[in-house]
């Protein structure tokens, strides 16, 4: 277990373009790959949707050693209904907090020197005014819970996670597989888990050898398992192995072969053309304007 890495988080995003200088300009992180997908993926990594999609992978530094942000958007859908699920990404970055500024993003003071921005979408990212880690600067995850302990047992019991920090009084936990990693923040929501529509996926890797075992563990402990061991192929790319299961408030786990992984996840140099490319030839704002429609919302 101590191989595993945290990866990174699964978004749905209805306007890309709007989407991607939140990222690029604001965070001021860097596109390090970007694909177009036909057809849907077989380990949902787009959600329940079969049509064409993209993926576009951004982040401070390259996926070896950084936990970086999966973009997936579905041609068709316009936006998300976001539930408390996901509550936010925290990273220390004075710069990001003084792009929004210049930028006229809307900036609100959560503590003293934590700022909250909201990406398009209105998924919640939480910067702290302080000079950018040399190293990552994303800090944590934070993800909703109906339940702290079971929840605790679940990550740090079945899934080896150490646990950092427990605060019974504010009913939040900090949980992570290495020092240097970004932490999963766990918080109680004072009720059920809603994920709506924008629901998204956490993701680790592991040794390869691992995955069976991590099936073969949840089988046994009668725990959820979305996609049983399945390979999925990227056409010129590596073929990566990967379980899909659900926590008990139904986030979704992805666990991925690490040495396939790594592979595949190599920085593409064209990764921004790629993008600003596809964005470019996605003609699908236009055509629903001028159809006096509006694209579905999920």
Same mark, same amino acid.
């Given at each position: 277990?101590a191989?595993?890495r945290a990866?990174h988080?699964?978004?749905?995003?209805?306007?890309?373009?709007?989407?991607?200088? @939140?990222?690029?300009?604001l965070?001021?992180?860097?596109?390090?790959? +970007?694909?177009e997908?036909?057809?849907?993926?077989k380990a949902?990594?787009?959600?329940? !949707?079969?049509?064409?999609?993209?993926?576009?992978m951004?982040g !401070?530094?390259?996926?070896?050693? +950084? @936990?970086v942000?999966?973009?997936?958007?579905n041609?068709?859908i316009?936006?998300?209904?976001?539930?408390?699920?996901?509550?936010?990404?925290?990273?220390v $970055? #004075?710069?990001?907090?003084?792009?929004a500024?210049k930028?006229?993003?809307?900036?609100k003071e959560v503590? $003293?020197?934590?700022?909250?921005?909201?990406?398009?979408?209105? !998924?919640?990212?939480?910067?702290?005014?302080k000079?950018?880690?040399?190293?990552?600067?994303?800090w944590? %995850?934070?993800?909703?819970?109906s339940?702290?302990?079971k929840?605790? $047992?679940y990550? $740090?019991?079945?899934?080896?996670?150490?646990?950092?920090?427990?605060?019974?009084?504010?009913?939040r936990?900090l949980?992570?597989?290495?020092?240097?990693?970004?932490k999963?923040e766990?918080?109680a929501?004072?009720?059920? %888990?809603? +994920?709506?529509?924008?629901?998204g996926?956490?993701?680790?890797?592991?040794?390869?050898?691992e995955?069976?075992?991590?099936?073969?563990?949840m089988?046994?402990? #009668?725990?959820?398992?979305?996609?049983p /061991?399945?390979?999925?192929?990227?056409?010129?790319?590596?073929? %990566?192995?990967? %379980?899909i299961?659900?926590?008990?408030?139904?986030?979704?786990?992805c666990?991925?072969?690490?040495?396939?992984?790594r592979?595949?996840?190599?920085?593409?140099?064209?990764?921004?053309?790629? /993008?600003?490319?596809?964005?470019?030839?996605?003609n699908?704002d236009?055509?629903f304007?001028?159809h006096?429609m509006?694209?579905?919302s999920?």
């Amino acid at each position: 277990m101590a191989a595993r890495r945290a990866l990174h988080f699964v978004f749905k995003v209805g306007d890309r373009a709007g989407t991607a200088r @939140f990222y690029r300009e604001l965070l001021g992180m860097k596109v390090l790959r +970007h694909e177009e997908f036909e057809e849907g993926c077989k380990a949902t990594c787009n959600g329940p !949707y079969d049509g064409k999609w993209s993926k576009t992978m951004v982040g !401070y530094g390259p996926e070896d050693n +950084h @936990f970086v942000a999966e973009l997936t958007y579905n041609y068709g859908i316009g936006e998300y209904r976001l539930g408390n699920d996901f509550l936010g990404i925290t990273l220390v $970055s #004075s710069q990001a907090v003084s792009n929004a500024k210049k930028m006229g993003w809307p900036l609100k003071e959560v503590t $003293s020197g934590v700022f909250e921005a909201e990406a398009p979408g209105g !998924y919640k990212f939480y910067l702290e005014d302080k000079e950018q880690l040399k190293q990552d600067p994303v800090w944590k %995850v934070t993800l909703g819970v109906s339940d702290l302990q079971k929840s605790v $047992s679940y990550w $740090s019991g079945l899934l080896g996670m150490k646990i950092y920090e427990k605060d019974e009084e504010k009913q939040r936990a900090l949980l992570g597989y290495a020092d240097n990693q970004c932490k999963l923040e766990l918080r109680a929501v004072g009720g059920a %888990v809603d +994920h709506g529509t924008a629901f998204g996926r956490i993701a680790f890797s592991c040794a390869k050898e691992e995955l069976p075992d991590i099936e073969a563990l949840m089988k046994k402990e #009668s725990q959820k398992i979305l996609t049983p /061991l399945v390979s999925l192929d990227t056409p010129g790319k590596a073929t %990566v192995q990967v %379980v899909i299961l659900a926590d008990p408030d139904g986030h979704e786990i992805c666990f991925v072969g690490d040495e396939a992984f790594r592979e595949l996840s190599k920085v593409d140099p064209a990764g921004d053309k790629l /993008l600003d490319d596809a964005m470019a030839a996605d003609n699908s704002d236009k055509w629903f304007a001028e159809h006096n429609m509006k694209k579905v919302s999920a």
